[in-house]
Nanobody, 124 residues
Framework: QVHLVESGGGLVQAGGSLRLSCAAS????????MAWFRQAPGKEREFVAAISRSGGSIYYADSVKGRFTISKDNAKNTVYLQMNSLKPEDTAVYYC?????????????????WGQGTQVTVSS
């Protein structure tokens, strides 16, 4: 089992940058594929980015491709989401998720563990 805690959210102007971190407990972090999802008010939770256990496979939603970068540091038990060129439509609560195994996935139901979320607000 793994416990996830996100940090790094906040208020930023459009065009700005933020880096989200997700710290995981447990000694088997390297056994997990990780992902970021987000949920805006009144909307369903949506996929943002995912990284496989080894880091060799990475996936992005079309809406963030070229602006966001996901990375995984197994030595620090942490996954990051670097967000550049932020837009007001990126405003949401961002959640970190984990699933044991090699592959990364893009659907909410494919992940077993979730953090509590961190708020990102982008002003225009």
């Amino acid at each position: 089992q793994v416990h996830l805690v996100e940090s790094g959210g906040g208020l930023v102007q459009a065009g700005g940058s933020l880096r989200l971190s997700c710290a995981a407990s447990g000694r088997t972090f390297s056994s997990y594929a990780m992902a970021w999802f987000r949920q805006a008010p009144g909307k369903e939770r949506e996929f943002v980015a995912a990284i496989s256990r080894s880091g060799g496979s990475i996936y992005y939603a079309d809406s963030v491709k070229g602006r966001f970068t996901i990375s995984k540091d197994n030595a620090k038990n942490t996954v990051y989401l670097q967000m550049n060129s932020l837009k007001p439509e990126d405003t949401a609560v961002y959640y970190c998720a984990a699933v044991a195994g090699t592959r990364a996935y893009t659907r909410v139901y494919e992940y077993d563990y979730w953090g509590q979320g961190t708020q990102v607000t982008v002003s225009s």
